[in-house]
């Protein structure tokens, strides 16, 4: 379960972005949240929106790296062969 994730000098993000999953101080939809052992309360889901060329997808594909890096101990070869062919690569 992701509930929180940081990134910086990747693609449009220059300076560090925090994403968080922590709930706010409001109580009254507490069927939206997931309370773990030491009490801190998650959001079972959230949304990215924003203005266009904001990040959105850049968020999505550093969080899917960051993924792959944790599953196999890097970006596989087919991950990047991909990006080369789409234009995407570095």
């Known amino acids: 379960m992701l509930v929180r994730f940081s990134v910086g000098n990747y693609k449009s993000f220059k300076n560090i972005v925090e994403f968080k999953m922590g709930a706010g ?12 052992v030491d ?15 904001s990040g959105k997808s850049n968020l999505v594909s550093v969080v899917d790296k960051d993924y792959l890096i944790g599953r196999y ?4 070869i087919f991950d990047r062969v991909a990006q080369h062919e789409s234009g995407d690569g570095e």
């Open 73 to 76: 101990g890097a970006v596989p």
């Open 39 to 53: 009490g801190k309360r998650i959001l079972k889901g959230g949304f990215i929106f924003g203005a266009n060329a």
């Open 25 to 36: 101080k409001i109580k009254r939809l507490d069927s939206h949240l997931i309370s773990t």
